[in-house]
């Protein structure tokens, strides 16, 4: 440390700056923690989770084109997440959760990757370095008998909105902003009854000194970039089956915006987002072990081709995604089965959902999912999904549909506490 005071060119010029620098960032935090659990041992209770998920990937284009020299990957990956949620009182409860994170870029803190937290090996055994992936604060006043939160900071997707499926939003991504939730309980999952969401996510904070919007080609100006939901749905049961409907609507302002980064590959330029999304699950049980359930989603971007808008292509923006799967893989030796189709256009959809279909292009695809899961030991699973995508025929476009099916196997050992 006296070498960096005395030579902070060094530190500067260190590799792993920013793993330092969210390290003592959770340095503090953890000690900051502990203090107050010391002098509230009975006021917090704390609350940790965890998993760890160890993966084999093989990824397969079936590319006809003699030019091409390679078509495949395989690859193992690792995902860890661990995180603490004190419960402070009877309307305060908190969470904090590190995550590992994409580091293939030399820039890997400027986030390429905002739809995963999966790690590749293959660093030559260089230390992981792991990111601050939760850290927010829920008030539920008792004046409202606990049925309304707000939430305020970074959590995980699932916890702050209502979401059956990943044909809209990623399952790693944590959301950034506020929300205020009715029918929630303090884990983010959903009571029976009237669920509603209600929520502001900031994207992208622009500054006086960024380049002009493409759009538009004006003069520097504040466009900040954000995403404002609202969703309502009912949960429920009749007779021998438990049901789950709702609706939503996503509205991204200043998307367009020439310097959003989301993944590399990824241009919104002349682009505009105003998705509605139906969706829903009905499930019920076989045997007194054996749950079943169905789930569908519809997403349609209701922006259309404009002046200021002039790269959206009014016939490509539908999605949708059913999927049946039977078990549930609970209980030591249950096991689970699923199966989806998907079907995304272009302009349906953002980069922030699913970023294994079709090997990360994640729209203008179609295809299926397969997959199943067995719970070995207790805390313990293994489980394999198979994906095979192709890109929509589209004769406006170059893509020939015979030159873009991709194949990825992934088998995943999963232990959690």
Same mark, same amino acid.
């Given at each position: 440390?006296?070498?960096?005071e005395?030579?902070?060119?060094?530190?500067?010029?260190?590799?792993?700056?920013?793993?330092?620098?969210?390290?003592?960032?959770?340095?503090?935090?953890?000690?900051?923690?502990?203090?107050l659990?010391?002098?509230n041992?009975q006021?917090v209770d704390?609350?940790w989770?965890?998993?760890?998920?160890?993966?084999?990937?093989?990824e397969?284009t079936?590319?006809?084109n003699?030019a091409?020299?390679?078509?495949?990957?395989d690859?193992?990956?690792g995902?860890l997440?661990?995180?603490?949620?004190?419960?402070?009182?009877?309307?305060?409860s908190?969470?904090?959760?590190?995550?590992?994170?994409?580091t293939?870029?030399s820039q890997?803190?400027a986030?390429n990757?905002t739809?995963s937290?999966?790690?590749?090996?293959?660093?030559?055994?260089?230390a992981?370095?792991?990111?601050?992936n939760?850290?927010f604060i829920?008030y539920?006043?008792?004046?409202?008998?606990?049925k309304?939160?707000?939430?305020?900071?970074?959590?995980a997707?699932?916890?702050?909105?209502?979401?059956?499926?990943d044909?809209v939003?990623?399952?790693?991504?944590t959301?950034?902003g506020a929300? *205020?939730?009715?029918? &929630?309980? #303090?884990d983010g $999952?959903?009571?029976?009854?009237?669920?509603?969401? !209600?929520? @502001?996510f900031p994207?992208?904070?622009?500054?006086?000194?960024?380049p002009?919007?493409?759009?538009?080609?004006?003069?520097?100006r504040?466009?900040?970039?954000?995403?404002?939901?609202?969703?309502?749905?009912?949960?429920?049961?009749?007779?021998?089956?438990n049901?789950?409907?709702?609706?939503?609507?996503?509205d991204?302002?200043?998307?367009?915006?020439?310097?959003?980064?989301?993944?590399?590959?990824?241009?919104?330029?002349?682009?505009?987002f105003?998705?509605?999304?139906?969706?829903?699950?009905v499930g019920?049980?076989?045997?007194?072990?054996?749950?079943w359930q169905?789930?569908?989603?519809y997403?349609?971007?209701?922006?259309?081709?404009?002046?200021?808008y002039s790269n959206?292509?009014?016939?490509?923006?539908?999605?949708? *995604?059913?999927?049946? &799967?039977i #078990?549930?893989? $609970?209980?030591?030796?249950?096991?689970?089965?699923? !199966?989806d @189709?998907?079907?995304?256009?272009?302009d349906?959809?953002?980069?922030?959902?699913?970023?294994d279909?079709?090997?990360g292009?994640?729209?203008?695809?179609r295809?299926?999912?397969?997959?199943?899961?067995?719970h070995?030991?207790?805390?313990?699973?293994?489980?394999?999904?198979y994906?095979?995508?192709?890109?929509?025929?589209?004769?406006?476009?170059?893509?020939?549909e015979s030159?873009?099916?991709?194949?990825?196997f992934?088998a995943?050992?999963?232990?959690?506490?």
């Open positions: 440390m006296k070498i960096c005395k030579n902070p060119e060094i530190f500067m010029n260190t590799p792993h700056k920013p793993t330092i620098y969210f390290m003592r960032k959770v340095a503090l935090i953890v000690g900051l923690a502990a203090a659990g010391f002098n041992a006021a704390l609350n989770k965890g998993d760890v998920r160890y993966r084999y990937q093989s397969l079936d590319d006809h003699p091409t020299t390679e078509n495949s990957r690859r193992h990956r995902r997440r661990l995180g603490v949620y004190p419960w402070i009182n009877e309307e305060l908190s969470g904090v959760q590190l995550a590992t994170d994409d293939s870029s890997y803190w986030t990757e739809t937290r999966n790690q590749t090996f293959g660093n030559t055994f260089h992981n370095p792991v990111f601050l939760e850290y829920d539920h006043p008792t004046a409202l008998n606990g309304v939160n707000l939430i305020l900071g970074k959590r997707v699932a916890s702050t909105l209502v979401v059956v499926n044909l939003w990623d399952s790693d991504l959301f950034e929300a *205020l939730q009715y029918g &929630k309980d #303090g $999952k959903e009571k029976d009854g009237l669920n509603a969401v !209600a929520g @502001y994207l992208n904070e622009v500054n006086n000194s960024a002009s919007p493409s759009a538009t080609g004006t003069a520097p504040e466009r900040d970039a954000y995403l404002v939901v609202g969703q309502v749905a009912y949960k429920g049961d009749s007779g021998d089956f049901y789950h409907i709702g609706a939503a609507y996503y991204y302002v200043h998307f367009d915006y020439n310097g959003m980064v989301l993944k590399g590959t990824n241009s919104y330029a002349g682009k505009d105003n998705i509605v999304e139906l969706f829903g699950k019920g049980q076989l045997t007194d072990t054996l749950p169905i789930n569908g989603q997403a349609f971007n209701t922006a259309t081709n404009s002046p200021h959206i292509d009014n016939s490509k923006r539908k999605s949708y *995604l059913g999927e049946l &799967k #078990g549930d893989a $609970k209980q030591v030796g249950q096991w689970s089965v699923n !199966a @189709y998907v079907y995304i256009e272009r349906a959809l953002t980069g922030f959902t699913d970023s279909r079709n090997r292009s994640q729209v203008d695809l295809g299926v999912k397969i997959g199943g899961v067995f070995l030991v207790q805390n313990m699973t293994i489980g394999a999904t994906f095979r995508f192709k890109n929509i025929d589209d004769p406006k476009t170059t893509i020939n030159t873009n099916t991709t194949h990825l992934m995943d050992v999963v232990v959690k506490f």
